[in-house]
């Protein structure tokens, strides 16, 4: 494993730990509402610091970008890209489906990333060209071939509902042929499971970069197909993403591009 990963996973284990020992006491957690059905709480800040403090004692150089405290070394030519806590909403309904996610950015390309699911301990690594692994044993996207029979993964619009309709035509063309979808409620474990073969493909709408940069990562390492909504790698900055085992790809991102063509959605996307 490349030293770069060992620490993020350090980092990744001990917010988790954090997480994990604040979950009997939710109820006295300080929750801040950031938008519409976004929250932070005390457990997301204590588990970004606990992240950022690990991966200073070792890169005091790289730059970071943490959903909470924001960018700092922007010019840095190494970035680590951190989510403490990848499904708040979740975490505070107790409902077993959240994240610790941590990528590291080498100019422009993700060259590591980490998810880890602090109540399962499953750990999901990747560094670019040694391929994807959950904990410690190589992983591979599915076989599928095509949409029928396809499990799907997505993310609802949560804090920003004026782009509703333009998701829900993409979910009901999505429907038909595929055997289901899924909304679990962490974009970084989406794309884990995607890796594992669990699901078979995996799109939403406006996400942020940490939502998705070590994802991105273990799926293209796992032998993925990522992109955003018009087959470009912009997906970190528009935050529109398509991600599927290679023979389902296709599929998807005809449909999916064809049900945003002309929308409102895609021309604010262009802005």
């Known amino acids: 494993m490349h030293p770069t990963v060992n620490i993020a996973v350090r980092a990744a284990r001990?917010?988790?730990?954090?997480?994990?020992?604040?979950?009997?006491?939710?109820?006295r957690l300080t929750i801040t509402s950031k938008r519409?059905?976004?929250?932070?709480?005390?457990?997301?800040?204590?588990?970004?610091?606990?992240?950022?403090?690990?991966?200073?004692?070792?890169?005091?150089?790289?730059?970071?970008?943490a959903e909470e405290s924001g960018a700092q070394g922007e010019d840095a030519?190494?970035?680590?890209?951190?989510d403490p806590l990848d499904g708040t909403t979740n975490?505070?309904?107790?409902?077993?489906?959240?994240?610790?996610?941590i990528a590291l950015k080498h100019k422009e390309r993700i060259i590591a990333g980490v998810i880890y699911d602090p109540l399962s301990q499953e750990l999901f690594t990747a560094s670019k060209g040694d391929g994807a692994q959950l904990n410690g044993k190589k992983i591979?996207?599915?076989?599928?071939?095509?949409?029928?029979?396809?499990?799907?993964?997505?993310?609802?619009p949560y804090h920003d509902q004026s782009y509703l309709d333009t998701y829900m035509k993409t979910m009901t063309q999505l429907m038909a042929p595929a055997a289901g979808i899924r909304r679990p409620g962490s974009a970084a474990l989406d794309l884990a499971w995607l890796a594992a073969g669990r699901t078979d493909?995996?799109?939403?709408?406006?996400?942020?970069?940490?939502?998705?940069?070590?994802?991105?990562?273990i799926?293209?390492?796992?032998?993925?197909?990522i992109s955003d909504f018009q087959g470009s790698?912009?997906?970190?900055?528009?935050?529109?993403?398509?991600?599927?085992?290679?023979?389902?790809?296709p599929e998807m991102m005809k449909i999916i591009s064809g049900s945003v063509k002309g929308s409102a959605y895609e021309e604010r996307s262009k802005k």
């Open 140 to 156: 591979r996207v599915s076989g599928r071939v095509g949409l029928k029979g396809s499990l799907l993964s997505t993310g609802f």
């Open 233 to 249: 790698d912009n997906y970190l900055k528009s935050g529109d993403i398509i991600a599927a085992s290679p023979k389902v790809f």
């Open 219 to 225: 799926v293209r390492e796992a032998g993925g197909i």
């Open 14 to 27: 001990a917010a988790g730990d954090i997480i994990v020992r604040s979950m009997d006491k939710i109820d």
């Open 201 to 217: 493909g995996f799109w939403e709408f406006n996400l942020s970069a940490w939502d998705i940069a070590a994802g991105v990562l």
């Open 36 to 65: 519409n059905n976004d929250f932070v709480t005390d457990v997301d800040r204590k588990a970004e610091e606990a992240i950022i403090d690990i991966l200073r004692q070792s890169y005091p150089e790289y730059g970071i970008l």
């Open 91 to 101: 975490f505070l309904h107790g409902f077993p489906q959240f994240a610790v996610s």
């Open 77 to 82: 030519e190494y970035q680590w890209i951190i």
